[in-house]
């Protein structure tokens, strides 16, 4: 039989190159309402991509791959390929440590770390000062100093700055994004641990893990002028497309909307079974919010709905994620020295769709969006010592610290 649609076409007008033949029978999809009709929305349940429906024929129907990261057989109704179009196996992305990009330096710490497209620079904390990268190069071009037990940096491209947490000494440094020199501090709460620079704002919010609280800082004035109560230990946060603000929890097993404006707490929601929740990640596009918990799952909260709607396995040792806004994959950084890859099955439910082994002590991760890769920093750790017990935080050899670059096997 003739095809129903020239792929050539496909791409000319809907500039899509991947296209899905599919029995129009109800054998291998699903739709709202029950109809996979001309324009629908559906689900294919042999691969759990999402499609849109162009054209319908007696006995197939013919769908772009809204999510072309993973393409099925396509085949008539009776099971065999239809003329016209290529038998594409069935295929997923999967990602691959692709590099690894030695730093070396002291230092048995590390903690968050953020990309600054602008200054094509990746700036690393590692305990008493930040590291700062060379983005495509992967070469140390400077370091921010005099921080102690350092947490976590956030760019502010627009005003070239760059918010540091110094946890023992209760302020936030403040460094000029081109020269790297101080240009400032403020004192915040106690123990600053996670800093979200707020573009809309012009506003940065610092989680205090020991006064429980959030301190607001005037991102161009430097001055401290909120404190937001949080009535527990704040831990990562990120805002969303609307602007709001969303920091877990940890020690109340939560996730806290913020007003970034009014400096005050809209929603509070409870994570189901997650306990200690640390890492957070979020999908813009379907406002969906992904929290690392200490008990090995990520919990995955739905901003509309305002509920947690499910949570997946993860690995061990997690305190980062991050979402791939190409693949639209959720990873997680695990400390036990893996990643966990989660994927939206079908609209609202999530499944693990890879591990892939890093290094371990591997616990914090970012998403390189310029370069569709993730990053994660760790150092290897040296064996135990046969008379004492292994340290909670064991050292590292010497000159071994490093980034791991984690990028896509197929695009």
């Not at 403040?174 to 020199?181: H, M, N, Q």
């Amino acid at each position: 039989m003739k095809p129903l649609f020239a792929v050539g076409a496909a791409k000319s007008a809907l500039g899509l190159g991947i296209l899905q033949v599919v029995p129009k029978n109800k054998i291998c999809w699903s739709a709202p309402g029950g109809q996979c009709t001309v324009g629908a929305i559906c689900h294919l349940l042999c691969t759990g991509r999402t499609i849109k429906v162009i054209r319908s024929g007696s006995a197939l129907l013919i769908a772009a791959v809204l999510f072309p990261q993973s393409v099925c057989h396509a085949q008539s109704a009776v099971g065999q390929t239809a003329k016209g179009f290529k038998n594409a196996p069935q295929t997923r992305v999967t990602y691959r440590v692709s590099r690894r990009i030695k730093l070396g330096g002291e230092g048995d710490f590390w903690d968050y770390l953020e990309v600054d497209k602008t200054q094509n620079r990746i700036y690393v904390t590692r305990g008493t000062r930040v590291m700062v990268v060379q983005a495509n190069t992967g070469k140390l071009i400077g370091e921010l100093p005099g921080t102690k037990k350092v947490h976590a940096a956030s760019v502010a491209s627009d005003i070239g700055r760059i918010f540091v947490s110094n946890g023992i000494e209760n302020e936030v440094r403040v460094f000029d994004s081109t020269s790297l020199a101080q240009v400032g501090s403020v004192v915040v709460g106690k123990n600053p641990d996670a800093v979200l620079y707020h573009p809309a704002t012009k506003r940065v919010f610092v989680s205090n893990g020991e006064s429980n609280d959030m301190t607001v800082v005037d991102a161009t004035t430097l001055k401290a002028i909120g404190t937001i109560p949080l009535g527990g230990k704040p831990e990562y946060s990120v805002f969303d497309s609307a602007g709001r603000v969303y920091v877990n929890i940890e020690d109340r097993n939560s996730l806290v909307a913020v007003d970034p404006m009014e400096m005050k707490v809209l929603h509070e929601w409870p994570l189901g079974n997650c306990e200690e929740p640390t890492g957070l990640a979020i999908d813009r596009e379907k406002g969906r919010l992904f929290s690392a918990c200490s008990n090995d799952l990520m919990a995955i909260t739905d901003i509309a709905a305002g509920k947690l709607i499910g949570s997946v396995p993860i690995g061990g040792s997690c305190d980062g994620v991050a979402f791939d806004t190409q693949t639209r994959h959720v990873v997680a950084s695990n400390g036990e020295g893996t990643v966990t890859v989660v994927a939206e099955d079908r609209p609202g439910y999530y499944s693990v769709v890879q591990t892939l082994k890093t290094q371990p002590g591997g616990r914090t991760i970012t998403y390189d969006e310029g370069r569709y890769r993730f990053l994660i920093p760790a150092g290897t750790y040296a064996p135990p010592s046969e008379t004492a017990p292994t340290p909670d935080n064991p050292p590292i050899l010497p000159g071994s610290f490093s980034l791991f670059v984690i990028e896509p096997e197929r695009r």
